[in-house]
């Protein structure tokens, strides 16, 4: 059982409202957050979705690619982000204490995740693990959809569900980037929890169906 997150980055935004209307039975609404900095392509900011909140259902799953997250990361929530996930490499380059990170995302009411790159070991994120509500593995090099999943998230995944497993954690492992029926099959076999669907879904006119069909993998 897999819950869906789909990525309104690709979606059409002269339309976006009735487009998140048409995947609404999904638990999830992953919204993408580039500063054209931390990754090489500028997304949107909170203004585009603070309105959408009330109007749907789903959970906001708010994915930072941005320098600096410590500074924003308030805005965020207070515009509607439940989750709030932010990326390691960009608290190391800042230097902000992580856990206190962590421990901001909190109080300002929001569940707290941690995503990472591709080229990040996945033994960076230990020390954060019992702290997390959310682990978010990379399988394409942030900054864009359409891409190619890459499957040496499959390891991490599974080192994450291991790591769950025996410490009795309670972070969702969530999975981004190239995500179809065939490699959220992969995913959910490592052991992913929640899969972020951008063009798969949203290029697509059953998407409704498409989203159970994930779920039951
Ligand atoms: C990429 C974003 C993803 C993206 C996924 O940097 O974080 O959420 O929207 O898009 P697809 O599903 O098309 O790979
Ligand atoms: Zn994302």
Redesign the pocket.
Known sequence: MLEVAP????ADFTKLLEEVKTVENAKFL?I?V?DGHF?P?ISLGTCVFQNLKGKVQMLFDV?L?ISHPEIYAKTFIESGADYLTVHLEALEESKTDVKEMIRQIHEYGSKAGLAIKPNTPVKDLVDYLEDLDLVLV??????????K?MKQALDKIFFLKQQKIEHSYSYLIEV????NDQTAKLAAQAGCEVV??????FHSQDRVKKIKELEAL
């Open positions: 990525s309104i980055l690709a992953h993408d580039m990754v392509n994915h690619m990379m399988s394409v090099e942030p900054g864009f959809g359409g891409q999943f981004d980037g190239g995500i972020v669907a951008g063009t798969y879904l």
